[in-house]
DNA sequence: TAGATTGTTAATCGATTAACAATC
DNA sequence: TAGATTGTTAATCGATTAACAATC
C-alpha cells in the first residue's frame, strides 16, 4: 500500500466503513460480506471488496470479513489506532458543542484546547478547559506539537486563522466556516457548513 | 434544464460556488470569470463552465458572468431563492448551537421548531424556542409543513427518529449522528459527522 | 479593433460495475 | 463436498480537461 497511490474518493468512505463495522461490532456481530456491509451504507458489494482490496487482502473466500479484523486494519490505514489531539478556535456555540462533544473519545481523536480572539472570553470556561487567547495559538499548538484544528470563527476571520494555524503545524483542519480555505498543498481542509449542505438538497424539492 | 439529468456531483458543486459569489458581492465585485472563481474555490475554470452551462448561458465571451445575475440564477435553480422552513430534532448542544445558528438566515433556511424525547426537556427554552415533544413531533411537522430537518440526536435513536421524519412528510435530513441512515430513494440526506470528517484527513498525516 | 472569456466538443482520465476463477 | 464469497480483470460508465470557434 502506498498512501499516494489511493485515490481521495476511496480514502473518504473508509471512515463510513469503519463507523458501520463498529457498529455490527456493538451488536455482536463477528463477520460480516462485502453483501452485507454494503447494504448498511448504500454502497455496492463490488465496490467494498474494490476499496478494501487496495490495502490487501483481509477477507476470505466463503465467509467473509472478521469485523474485528477489518476494523483493526482499518483503523490502523486511517491512524486512527491512536488518539489525536485537536484543538477549537472560536468558542462560539459550534466550538462549545465541538468541546463538549463525546463522540470522539472511540475515534480516535481528544480535544486539547480552545482558543477564541475575544478578550472578555478568554480566561473563562467551557466545560473543563479555559479560553485561551488566540494570539498565543501559534506558540500553544506548536509547543503541544498539535496536527489537527477545528475552526468554528466567522467566515471573515477564516482564512486569516488557518494561516496562522499552518504557521503553527497543523495539517488538517475540519473547517465549520462557509468559506473555501486556502492552504498549501501538504494541509487537507474538509468542509462543515451545515447551509452548505443544506442547499445540496433543496434542489431536489 | 432537467433536474433528473444534472449529476449528484454538479448539483453539490453549486452550493460552494454561491456562496463564493455572495462573497464576492459583499466585498462590492460586479462581475468575476470562471478563472478567478475557480481559484476561488479550488475548481478548474473548465469545470466552472462546464458545470454552470448545465443550466443555460448565464455568461458573456470576453467579460465574464454578472455576480448579481449569476448568484440570482443559482439561487432559483437550488430554490433558495426563498425560505424554508426547518426543524432540529435533539437537544443537546449540537441542536442548541444549530438552533442559534445565525448563518441560515441570508442562505434561505429558517429555524421553526426543536424536538427532544427527553421529558425533562421539553418545555424549556433554548433562545426563543420551546423545547417539543418527539411524540408530537410527526402530527406538527405535517401541520407546519416542512420537508427539510436536522437530526441531531444519539446514533442509537437515528433511524428511529429519520423513519418519523419520513411519514412526517420531510424529504431532506442533515445527520448529525454517526450512522448511514436507510431512507426511501425520494428522501435525500446529507452527512455531518466530525468525526468520519477527521478520519478522512489522518489518513495524510 | 484587439483582447478576453464563454460555451461546447472531443479527448483523456478515472471510477464503478459485472463477471468469474480461486478458494475458504 | 457444495455453497458462499473474495479479489481481480475487463468492460462500462461518467467526470474532467484541453482546445478552440464564437463573440462580447
Redesign the pocket.
Known sequence: MNAEKI????VG?LPVYLRALQRMADKGLKT??????GDQVG???????????QF??????????SIEFLTERLRSILKVDRIWDVVVVGAGDMGHALSNYQGFADRGFHVVAIFDNKKEKVGSKIGEFTIEDTETMVERIKSMGVKIAMLTVPATAAQDVAKKLVQAGVRAILNYAPITLNVPNNVKVQYIDPSTHLQRMTFYL
Request: neutral net charge; aromatic residues 6%; proline residues 3%.
Open positions: 485515490p481521495d474518493i476511496i468512505r460480516t460480506s462485502s453483501q452485507e456491509l454502497i455496492s458489494a463490488a465496490q467494498i471488496r474494490k476499496d478494501i482490496s490487501g487482502e483481509f477477507g476470505k473466500q466463503g465467509t467473509g470479513y
